[in-house]
C-alpha cells in the first residue's frame, strides 16, 4: 500500500493535511506560534527548537508565578542571598563609599539586598541562550560583577577539571615506534603542510576535550641523532621533568583549557618552566624543581594555590612520567601545540613591525632582591627564580615570538629525546622526582609549624644547598637517574663541576 506524499488529501466534504515533519501520518495539531501541522509530540519536539523552547519557558515563568512561597522559602532563600551578598570577614561585597553617600544610588542598593545585580534585560538574555559578554554589561553591572569574581564566589560556579594523566585510559595509550599516532587520518597525504618541527600545521586546530588524552604527534618524529651532531646531555632527563611539572601546572591553572587564551598560557608556562622560558640549564632535580617550585609560590600565582600546590604538581608529574613514553610524547606534544597557537595568534593581532598588540608574554627578569651568581657558564651560574608580575606592551612584538619560537625548538627537541628513551628511564626519574617531594616536604614541615618567617629562611637555606651533578660523561640516562636515586643528600652536594 503506497502512502500519499501530497499535503492534502481529500475525502469527501473534509480535507486532512500530511504531518509537515514526518510526512506519513495525517496531521491533528497546529503549532500556536508557527500554524505548522504536525501529528505527535515527538514530530511537535522536532519542528523547531525555538518553538518548544519558548513554549516551556513560558510554562516554567507561568507555574513559577502561581508559587506561593511559605515563611520558610522565605527564610531559607533570605539566608543564601546573604551569602552571597556578604563575604567571609561579614562584609558587603558591593561596599562602597560612594554608595553610601550617594541618596540617588538607593536602587542599586536595593537590587544588591535582593542578591542579583544583573538587570532584567540582562537576565532575560541569559535566559533565552544569548549569554552577553562582558562590554556588553552596563557600568554597574561590570563593576558588580568584578567585585563577585573578586571574592571567588565565582569559583564555585566552575567545575573542577579532571586531569587526563590520572585518567584510566591514559594507561592504555599507545604510539608509534616514531612518536606518531597509531592511527592515521585517510584525508592526510605525505606532501600535507607542515611545520618545520615537523609537527602537523593544523594539529592546533582538533577540537579535543579537556578531560581526554591529547593526540600525539601526526607526523613521525626524527631521531635526536638527526637534530644535532652532538651526544645528548644526561642532564636533559631533569630538564624534561621540569617541563613536564610546568606543563602541568599550566594546565590546572587553566583548568585544562588551555585553548580559552593560548597566549597567556604560554606566558604562564614561560614564567614556570625556566629551562625553556629562560634558556636555564639545571643541574640536578633538586635545583630545577625549587625554582619551579618557587615561582608557582610567588605573589605571581598568589590565588593558585600556594605550597600545598606546588607539592602536589610534583605528584602529576610522577604520574605522566610512570605513564611512559606514549603519554610523555602526547603532553609533549600538547605543549607544542599550545605553543604554537600561541605564536599564530601573535600573528593574527599584530601587524608586520608594529608593537604587539598582545604582548603579553612575562618579561622574566632577575629579581633585584635577589642576586645572581657570576659564574662563566650557564650551568653554574644561579638563577633568580622570582618574576615580575605580567606587564602588558612590554617587550617587541619580534621579541616575543622569538621566546615563543625558541620555546617550540626546544619542547621539540625534548619530544624527540623522549622518544628514543625507553618506559624503564621513565620510571626512574618518576621515583627520582617522588624522592625530591619527600625531601622537600620534610624540609618544609618545621615551617609549618613555626610561622612564615621561619619558612622563608628554609626556603633560603634550601637555596644554598642546592646539589649539583657530578661530571660522569655521557652516560645511558638509566644509568645516571640511578646513580642520583642511590647517593645521599650529602653526596650530592658535594659533586660540582670542574
Known sequence: MEVSTSSTVHGGSETRVICKVCQKQFSKYTCPRCNLRYCSLPCYKGHSLRCTESFMRENVIEEMRDIQATDETKEKTLQMLKRIHFDEAGRSIFEDESFAADESQESLDSDDAEGSFFSERTIQCIMEGEVPTLEELTETE?????????????????????????????????????????????????????????????????????????????????????????????????????????????????????????????SVFLSVSHVVGQAALPESVCEAFHEALQTVCSPVFKHAGGLPLGLGLL???????????????????DLHNMLQNAKQEFY?????????????????????????????????????????????????????LR?????????????????????????SLAALVETEKA?????????????????????????????????????????????LKDSTPAERGSRHLS
Open 439 to 483: 625531601r622537600t616536604a620534610e624540609t618544609l614541615e618545621p615551617a609549618n609549624k613555626t610561622g612564615p618567617h621561619s619558612k622563608a629562611a628554609l626556603i633560603d637555606l634550601l637555596r644554598n644547598s642546592e646539589g649539583v651533578l657530578s661530571t660522569l660523561g655521557h652516560q645511558a640516562p638509566t644509568r645516571l637517574l640511578h646513580k
Open 315 to 333: 605528584d602529576d608529574c610522577v604520574a605522566v612520567l610512570r605513564l611512559g613514553r606514549p603519554c610523555v610524547i602526547c603532553a609533549l606534544s
Open 348 to 400: 593574527s593581532e599584530s601587524g608586520p613591525g608594529e608593537q604587539s598588540g598582545t604582548a603579553r608574554l612575562q618579561e622574566l627578569k632577575p629579581s633585584s632582591s635577589i642576586a645572581s651568581s657570576s659564574g662563566k657558564s650557564k650551568t653554574r651560574g644561579r638563577r633568580s627564580v622570582m618574576p615580575v608580575n605580567l606587564v602588558v606592551g612590554q617587550g617587541s612584538r619580534k621579541k616575543d
Open 142 to 266: 561590570r563593576e558588580h560583577f568584578m567585585r563577585y569574581l573578586a571574592t571567588g564566589e565565582g569559583s564555585r560556579l566552575i567545575q573542577p577539571w579532571n586531569p587526563w594523566w590520572l585518567n584510566p585510559l591514559a594507561k592504555n595509550v599507545s604510539v608509534s615506534k616514531q612518536g606518531s599516532s597509531l592511527i592515521q587520518s585517510l584525508d592526510s597525504s605525505p606532501d600535507s603542510s607542515s611545520s618545520p618541527s615537523g609537527m602537523a600545521a593544523n594539529d592546533e586546530l582538533m577540537e579535543v576535550s579537556p578531560s581526554e588524552v591529547p593526540a600525539p604527534p601526526s607526523k613521525p618524529l626524527p631521531s635526536v641523532r638527526e637534530l644535532t651532531l652532538k651526544e645528548p646531555s644526561p642532564l636533559l632527563a631533569v630538564h624534561l621533568a621540569e617541563v613536564v611539572y610546568a606543563y602541568c601546572f599550566t594546565l590546572r591553572y587553566y583548568n585544562g583549557d588551555w585553548r580559552s587564551d593560548p597566549v597567556e598560557a604560554t
Open 403 to 427: 621566546k615563543i619560537e625558541a620555546g617550540m625548538r626546544k619542547v621539540f627537541f625534548l619530544m624527540c629525546w623522549a622518544n628514543d628513551q625507553v618506559d624503564e628511564d621513565f620510571s
